[in-house]
């Protein structure tokens, strides 16, 4: 395979300033790069340039909190406040009951995108647990249900930074990237100095303004940037079974079987979409083959992960345009095919003939902290108006309405594509909840 060619198609297609890959197959690395880290000072993409790696954090945090288990400090299913007193959400049962497996699951129930800037200092976290308290409002009752929580992986980032006596950031490096002998990732923004680093790019900007998220969400991905192979480096630990690549033994054997043991079942869009969750772990069924990995987004960059556990593949995609992810679907289907013989699922689109259906349980508004949701019937489908709030009103997104047709089982498919893709919707529980992006919106 033309891994080069592929990705420098890939991304004049799609008008990506720059993307870089990285596969490990067998024993193997393969990395590509293409295009510029930054329009406004065309650096060139080279395959140890730094992308913010987003929500991909997330496996590592979950993976310092399987130490602590392993360790016998931790039980999955104990309360979070019998480690971290500090822990509260506005619902005050939630608040005794929440246990550490229901945060790695994302099945916690409070408010999950809590994006409150609460300095730079090491009380970053410390702050952002005291205002959940009173702005980690209930989603659903704890374990009942699916919606992806950012602000559930600060909490875990939290526990790990108390039990360990330390920061987040110092008991990454001590417990993970020093053991797996990284060397091209960075924890906070400033440390792209020393790094070949990519900004974000949106729409017809040049670049974002702000490019550095709060410190107070690192554990759930707002700062760290990874080179891919660095990903492909920690993919290859959970396939060794936990040791690296010098033979140091960085997870207990058997704590990424465990990881992968699903917890929760995600509502159905198919197989192209995540099925199910494991601990910190996204899991896909791909062409009867089980894919586990994570994806991660933060303002105009976007990175894909995956590991293919029984084909001894781990694929690692970053970009940083705003058609970041039609260009990872053909970078991925490309590689996934070549190295795992897996044929990669299409995303779901509009149907040619419309599905018949009612509007009136989905009509209504939907309210989370990043967006109000106005749903609408329309001519033979619904409008659904996204009005920013909080964190993405801050950064400059606008109001807009996609015209979304049936496809049938309460999910609704938008007609037009925004950022390379057909944005998918779907509704839960009768309507209570609007479920997109892994998140369940409840009605308001």
């Known amino acids: 395979m033309d891994l080069q060619g592929l990705l420098d198609e890939a991304a004049k297609r799609h008008g990506v300033p720059g993307a870089a890959v ?3 197959a067998g024993g193997d690395l393969f990395e590509a790069a293409t295009g510029v880290v930054n329009r406004d000072t065309g650096v060139e993409t080279t395959p140890d340039a730094v992308f913010q790696i987003g929500s991909v954090t997330k496996v590592w945090t979950a993976s310092l909190v399987m130490q602590l288990v392993a360790e016998g400090v931790v039980e999955l299913d104990a309360p979070v406040r019998g480690y971290l007193p500090e822990f509260g959400v506005v619902d005050r049962a939630a608040t005794e009951s929440v246990t550490v497996r229901q945060l790695l699951t994302h099945t916690g129930g409070f408010e999950g995108d809590l994006f409150e800037d609460t ?14 308290h009173t702005h980690a409002t209930p989603v659903h009752p704890p374990g009942a249900m699916h919606s992806y929580a950012n602000s559930g992986f600060c909490v875990l980032g939290a526990l790990v930074a108390k039990l360990r006596g330390s920061t987040w950031e ?13 060397t091209h990732l960075t924890l906070y923004p400033e440390e792209g100095l020393w790094f070949r680093a990519a900004v974000g790019h949106l729409g017809e900007e040049r670049h974002v303004a702000r490019a550095d ?5 690192a554990p759930a991905g707002s700062t760290p940037a990874a080179a891919p192979r660095e990903l492909v480096r920690f ?24 990881m992968l043991e699903p917890q929760v079942t995600v509502p159905a869009l198919g197989e192209r979409y995540v099925a199910r969750w494991g601990l910190g772990f996204e899991l896909f069924d791909h062409d009867g ?16 992960w995956r590991i293919v556990p029984g084909r001894d593949v781990v694929v690692a995609v970053s970009a940083n345009g705003p058609d970041a992810t039609p260009l990872i679907d053909d970078v991925l289907a490309a590689v996934l095919a070549d190295t795992a013989g897996i044929r990669l699922p299409e995303r779901l689109r509009p149907p040619t003939e419309p599905v018949p259906f009612d509007p009136s349980p989905y009509v209504g508004s939907f309210e989370g902290p990043l967006a109000r949701y106005e749903v609408a019937a329309a001519d033979g489908g619904l409008d659904i108006t996204t009005i920013p709030r909080g964190l993405a009103a801050e950064v400059g997104e606008k109001p807009k309405t996609a015209r979304c047709v049936a496809l049938g089982d309460d999910c609704f498919v938008a007609v037009e594509k925004e950022e390379g893709v057909h944005l998918v919707a779907k509704f839960v529980e009768g309507g209570r909840y609007l479920y997109g992006g892994g998140r369940a919106i409840p009605r308001v």
């Open 213 to 217: 998220l709060p410190r107070s969400n």
């Open 119 to 132: 300095g730079r200092g090491d009380d970053a976290l410390a702050k952002l647990l005291a205002f959940m």
């Open 22 to 24: 990285a596969v490990g």
């Open 235 to 258: 993919g290859r630990m959970f396939l060794a079974d936990g040791v690296a690549a010098d033979g140091t033994r960085v997870l207990p054997a058997g704590t990424f079987a465990t």
């Open 289 to 304: 083959v089980v894919v586990a990995g994570h994806d991660g987004g933060t303002i105009g960059q976007s990175a894909c």
């Open 170 to 182: 110092s008991v990454m490096r001590e417990r993970l990237v020093e053991p797996l002998g990284v």
